[in-house]
T-cell receptor, first 115, second 113 residues
Framework: GNSVTQMEGPVTLSEEAFLTINCTYTATGYPSLFWYVQYPGEGLQLLLKATKADDKGSNKGFEATYRKETTSFHLEKGSVQVSDSAVYFCALRMNYGGSQGNLIFGKGTKLSVKP | NAGVTQTPKFQVLKTGQSMTLQCAQDMNHEYMSWYRQDPGMGLRLIHYSVGAGITDQGEVPNGYNVSRSTTEDFPLRLLSAAPSQTSVYFC????????????FGQGTRLTVV
């Protein structure tokens, strides 16, 4: 079946460090890929997305590129801030409608950024 | 701009009690879903709906019931609460399109004692 695997956390970085959170997927077909972020005590919100191979999603200094050849969608940021401390979820969706329209999530990676 | 509204935010139940978690969205989205979030497990789909009058089971539906009588509302019922249902519950809604963003509520933290 379709699935998402992301690196286990927690990840602890110093402010201004480089961040990479790995995400790979298994899917029969061509999914859309998402990164969601969950700040403490809040719901999930979309960070960025990509809907086809070689697309790059970007937002708030974060980037991820849809790599079909490696079935990956790694999240990167060049210089993290304390305010980036949160849990990050990689997710996929196959198609809109029916069971295929459901988001499938990875287990989440908790990021803590120290001043 | 309310988005997706979940109530209550916190709830403590005794084993065997029943309750309903409310979810309402004001964006006219056809697609709504319920997830539970447990440590180390990510988000797991409980039930979903592709429109009013249509619901289906997700990955972990046992012990939960849903209905969708209107586009706006998608309540989740716990029929007889068990400690294994202690979790954080999130409701989400989506507009059409494979690449469309899902909007999440703030969550309900449920403890079953």
């Amino acid at each position: 079946g379709n699935s998402v695997t992301q690196m286990e956390g927690p990840v602890t970085l110093s402010e201004e460090a480089f961040l990479t959170i790995n995400c790979t997927y298994t899917a029969t077909g061509y999914p859309s890929l998402f990164w969601y972020v969950q700040y403490p005590g809040e719901g999930l919100q979309l960070l960025l997305k990509a809907t086809k191979a070689d697309d790059k999603g970007s937002n708030k200094g974060f980037e991820a590129t849809y790599r079909k050849e490696t079935t990956s969608f790694h999240l990167e940021k060049g210089s993290v801030q304390v305010s980036d401390s949160a849990v990050y979820f990689c997710a996929l969706r196959m198609n809109y409608g029916g069971s295929q329209g459901n988001l499938i999530f990875g287990k989440g990676t908790k990021l803590s950024v120290k001043p | 701009n309310a988005g997706v509204t979940q109530t209550p935010k916190f709830q403590v139940l005794k084993t065997g009690q029943s309750m309903t978690l409310q979810c309402a969205q004001d964006m006219n989205h056809e697609y709504m879903s319920w997830y539970r979030q447990d440590p180390g497990m990510g988000l797991r789909l409980i039930h979903y709906s592709v429109g009013a009058g249509i619901t289906d089971q997700g990955e972990v539906p046992n012990g939960y019931n849903v209905s969708r009588s209107t586009t706006e509302d998608f309540p989740l019922r716990l029929l007889s609460a068990a400690p294994s249902q202690t979790s954080v519950y999130f409701c989400a809604s989506s507009p059409p399109g494979q690449g469309a963003e899902a909007f999440f509520g703030q969550g309900t933290r449920l403890t079953v004692v």
